[in-house]
């Protein structure tokens, strides 16, 4: 992370296009040493048919700020991929939008662990998750 925050949020951004994530409309607003933020605003597309925040959504936006995280603070020649995600939804939310920090719990190079919270714009806990990611070499 030798580029200056803003590079690096313009480059996760770019990313990001023709992805899950635009469509989500996820974006990468934050990080630091050990950890990466993003957000999602929680509209009628990401509802279930009851009008709260689909959990699967939560899932997405927890996964994809894990293996960003995972990219950004390994050696960039390897691919991430997630190979295990669980989530306690705690909280319902309609409308407004939830922010997912995903911080390391063990940072090794072939198996990382990150803890996930998404919160509300009040720093109210929606969604716990923990993301187990793997780097594997680029082919």
Known sequence: MKNNKEEVLV???????????????????????DFLVAQMPVTPKVHQPDGV????AMVA??????SAASFMFLNQEHTIRGIEIS????????????YA??????KGRTTQLW?????DENDALISKCKLTTIALPRK
């Not at 936006?61 to 894990?66: F, H, I, N, R, Y």
């Open 11 to 33: 480059r996760l951004a770019e990313s990001c296009k023709n992805t899950l994530m635009e469509t989500l409309d996820i974006t990468y607003i934050d990080f630091g040493e």
């Open 53 to 56: 925040l689909h959990g699967g």
């Open 61 to 66: 936006l927890a996964e994809s700020v894990g």
């Open 87 to 98: 989530a306690n939804h705690v909280k319902s939310k309609r409308e407004g939008m939830v």
């Open 101 to 106: 920090k995903a911080t390391f719990i063990h």
């Open 115 to 119: 803890n996930i919270d998404v919160v």
